[in-house]
Structure formats: C-alpha cells, structure tokens
C-alpha cells in the first residue's frame, strides 16, 4: 500500500519568514496530493491540494509544488503570521472510482514566532 | 452550510463498554470516511461508506469495529467491549460524489478508555 513521508516533524519559523514542508511518496500511481491543517482539538482542514497533472498551485501565501518523478511533494508557506501555528499533514491517494481514501504523512508542527 | 457534525466532541467509556460515535457528512455529501488518530500521530484510514454501503473497510480491525450509514440518519462508528488502546480522536470526513477525492473532516470524538 501508499507510504507518505513527511519531514520535518517540527519546525520553528520567524514571523514574516517562509516555511517548506516536504514530504515523499511511494505509489507511482497516487495522483491527488491535499494538504490538512490541524489546530489544537480540531478536525483536519483542507487548506490547497494539487492533482498529478499539475505541477505547481498556488493559493495567496500557500503553494504547493508536485515532482512526480521523484515522487515528492512540499508545502511553501511564505509571509508566516502567528495563525499559521499549527500541525500540517501531507496526504495522497489515488482517484480511481469509488475509492479515494486517504494515506497521511505523520504531520509537521510549525510554530511561528514573533 | 454547516459542515461535517461530529458527536459527541468527547466520550469516556469504561472498558467492556460499547462506544458509538457519530457523523453527520456536510450537505449533499453521500461518501463518508472514518479516521483514526492517536496522539502526536497522523490520520489512519478505517473505513470508507457511501449510503448504505461499506465500500473499503480496509483499515478497520476486524473484531469489535463496525461502521454503517444507513439510508437516514448519520454515519455510525462502533466499537464494542472498548479497551484501552481505543483511546484516540476518531475523525469523520465526506464527499461528494463529483469529487469524490476533496474529503472535509469534522471536529472529531475524542474517546477515552477508562
């Protein structure tokens, strides 16, 4: 099955810094990549998502760059404020059908200081 | 628009006691999913439901878990003869049947195995 890596696991930003989350994937055929925030004692928001024939979206200060060859995916966040504390999750999955669950990477806590 | 409903936010079972946890998907939804997460862990992929229907009940343990989404009604998660290693935030999330792949979550059931 899928294999979603993600690193770093935490990372501390200055405010108005920018911050990269990457992660890596191992099934060749996953083509939808989404990306969750979490805050504290909080569901997953979906905050941008990238399908495979895109290699790049961008969405105001958030992007997210896909190299499918290398099977790797990152999230740019630039301009960081203190709202953007928060636990990120990388996911993938493949969209085929009726199946479409979720693999998510283990997540990243950013925290972003004045 | 409200979206996915989560309920109860909290839930604290004796062990040996049933825990059943349930999700309203957002409004013209049909897909819905179930998460787990253990603490300082991602997202675990259980099960996925369309109306009536267990699609991919893959990531469920096969004693005590069940699911169902019934015609009406919300999504019901259960788990029987709770231990303490159930103790986790279970997330809902759903879809729609057009894209199916963008899943939004709600706030989750924190159950705790007393």
């Known amino acids: 099955g899928e294999n979603v890596e993600q690193h770093p696991s935490t990372l501390s930003v200055q405010e108005g810094d920018s911050a990269v989350i990457k992660c890596t994937y191992s099934d060749s055929a996953s083509n939808y990549f989404p990306w969750y925030k979490q805050e504290l004692g909080k569901g997953p928001q979906l905050i941008i998502d990238?399908?495979?024939?895109?290699g790049e979206k961008k969405d105001q200060r958030i992007a997210v760059t896909l190299n499918k060859t290398a099977k790797h995916f990152s999230l740019h966040i630039t301009e960081t404020q203190p709202e953007d504390s928060a636990v990120y999750f990388c996911a993938a999955s493949i969209i085929a059908g009726t199946a479409s669950k979720l693999t998510f990477g283990t997540g990243t806590r950013l925290q972003v200081t004045l | 628009n409200a979206g996915v409903m989560q309920n109860p936010r909290h839930l604290v079972r004796r062990r040996g006691q049933e825990a059943r946890l349930r999700c309203s998907p957002m409004k013209g939804h049909s897909h819905v999913y179930w998460y787990r997460q253990l603490p300082e862990e991602g997202l675990k992929f259980m099960v996925y439901l369309q109306k009536e229907n267990i699609i991919d009940e893959s990531g469920m343990p096969k004693e005590r878990f069940s699911a169902e989404f019934p015609k009406e009604g919300p999504s019901i998660l259960r788990i029987q003869q709770v231990v303490r290693g159930d103790s986790a935030a279970y997330f809902c999330a759903s879809s729609a049947g057009t894209t199916l792949w963008k899943a939004f979550f709600g706030q989750g059931t924190r159950l705790t195995v007393v």
């Open positions: 990238i399908r495979s024939n895109v």
